[in-house]
T-cell receptor
Framework: GENVEQHPSTLSVQEGDSAVIKCTYS??????FPWYKQELGKRPQLIID?????GEKKDQRIAVTLNKTAKHFSLHITETQPEDSAVYFC?????????????FGKGTHLIIQP | GAGVSQSPSNKVTEKGKDVELRCDPI?????LYWYRQSLGQGLEFLIY????????KSGLPSDRFSAERTGGSVSTLTIQRTQQEDSAVYLC??????????????FGQGTRLTVV
């Protein structure tokens, strides 16, 4: 089955600086890569996703890049703000038959220092 | 409702008792996932249902855990003879799956299980 590795486990950045979280996946058939944000005591919520037919996607201060050859993808947050503090999870998934569903990385605790 | 609904939101049970956790996915979503999240930890995959296919049970930690999904909609996760290490938040998610790319998975608010 799919295996997703996520780094770092904790990331502390100064407010206004950029943050980058990296993930690798093992199944070359994976074709969908979402990122979820989980604030303390709340459910995970999708913030951005990318499909394997594109290499980069941007939404305001958030961007995701995908390198299919290397099987890794990254989340970039620019001009970080206090409300960006949360745990971020990457995930990989694929369609079609078979049992694999949505496999998550172990999460990155992002801390924005004022 | 419009979102994924889980019940109960909190459950305290005595060690050795059985518990049932319920998930109502978004109407029309064919994929349903169960995850377990211990305090401050990641999302541990438990089981995945996709349409009428056989579920992927590879994440279930022991034979005390089982799940079913009736009529392709509501799912129940059952834990038999609960142990203290079963204490966690159990999250359910659903999404549209089918031809082409998968789509966003929406999470329920979770059931916080405490085994005393």
């Amino acid at each position: 089955g799919e295996n997703v590795e996520q780094h770092p486990s904790t990331l502390s950045v100064q407010e206004g600086d950029s943050a980058v979280i990296k993930c690798t996946y093992s199944d070359s058939a994976s074709n969908y890569f979402p990122w979820y944000k989980q604030e303390l005591g709340k459910r995970p919520q999708l913030i951005i996703d990318i499909r394997s037919n594109v290499g980069e996607k941007k939404d305001q201060r958030i961007a995701v890049t995908l390198n299919k050859t290397a099987k890794h993808f990254s989340l970039h947050i620019t001009e970080t703000q206090p409300e960006d503090s949360a745990v971020y999870f990457c995930a990989a998934s694929r369609t079609g038959g078979g049992a694999d569903g949505l496999t998550f990385g172990k999460g990155t605790h992002l801390i924005i220092q004022p | 409702g419009a979102g994924v609904s889980q019940s109960p939101s909190n459950k305290v049970t005595e060690k050795g008792k059985d518990v049932e956790l319920r998930c109502d996915p978004i109407s029309g979503h064919t994929a349903l996932y169960w995850y377990r999240q211990s305090l401050g930890q990641g999302l541990e995959f438990l089981i995945y249902f996709q349409g009428n296919s056989a579920p992927d049970k590879s994440g279930l930690p022991s034979d005390r855990f089982s799940a079913e999904r009736t009529g392709g909609s509501v799912s129940t996760l059952t834990i038999q003879r609960t142990q203290q290490e079963d204490s966690a938040v159990y999250l359910c998610a659903s999404s549209l799956q089918g031809q082409g790319f998968p789509t966003e998975a929406f999470f329920g608010q979770g059931t916080r299980l405490t085994v005393v």
